[in-house]
């Protein structure tokens, strides 16, 4: 969670009334003193667009520290089929390397149509 100062330009992202605005800023502040903090305030359709803003910072900033691509890679064995996804860097090095025992699953059209033209050895 960012600190106080940077609170109110990320409430401002919100779509909401100037005067839910100004009530989000004071329950956060009330909600930050807590430990853990407590955002059980905010409605289904404000935590999903503050979760896609803090998804956005983040991918924005693994984006400038040289994350270029996520790659996957299908084994498949004995009729078992395992699925392996990776961050490529821009110099080519696998950075993260998550498998089935992370949750990896296959990916769906929905998720990533891309990979399902990529060659899988």
Same mark, same amino acid.
């Given at each position: 969670? *960012?600190?106080? /100062?940077?609170?109110? *330009?990320?409430?401002? $992202?919100?779509?909401? $009334?100037?005067?839910?605005? #100004?009530?989000? !800023?004071?329950? !956060? #502040? ?12 905010? $409605?289904? +359709?404000?935590?999903? +667009? ?10 924005? !900033? ?9 790659? =996957?890679?299908?084994?498949?064995? &004995?009729?078992? /089929?395992? =699925?392996?996804? %990776? ?11 998550? &498998?089935?025992?992370? %949750?990896? #699953? +296959?990916? !769906?059209?929905?998720?990533?149509? #891309? ?7």
């Amino acid at each position: 969670m *960012p600190d106080d /100062e940077d609170l109110e *330009p990320i409430l401002a $992202t919100l779509d909401v $009334t100037q005067e839910r605005l #100004e009530e989000l !800023s004071r329950l !956060s #502040e009330a909600a930050l003193a807590l430990d853990p903090p407590d955002f059980s305030f905010l $409605t289904e +359709a404000e935590r999903r +667009a503050l979760t896609l803003h803090f998804a956005h910072e983040a991918l924005e !900033s693994m984006q400038q520290n040289g994350l270029c691509c996520e790659a =996957w890679y299908r084994l498949e064995a &004995g009729g078992v /089929e395992l =699925w392996f996804r %990776g961050d490529i860097e821009d110099d080519g090095e696998c950075h993260s390397l998550d &498998g089935p025992y992370q %949750g990896v #699953e +296959a990916p !769906s059209d929905d998720e990533d149509p #891309e990979v399902l033209r990529m060659p899988h050895y």
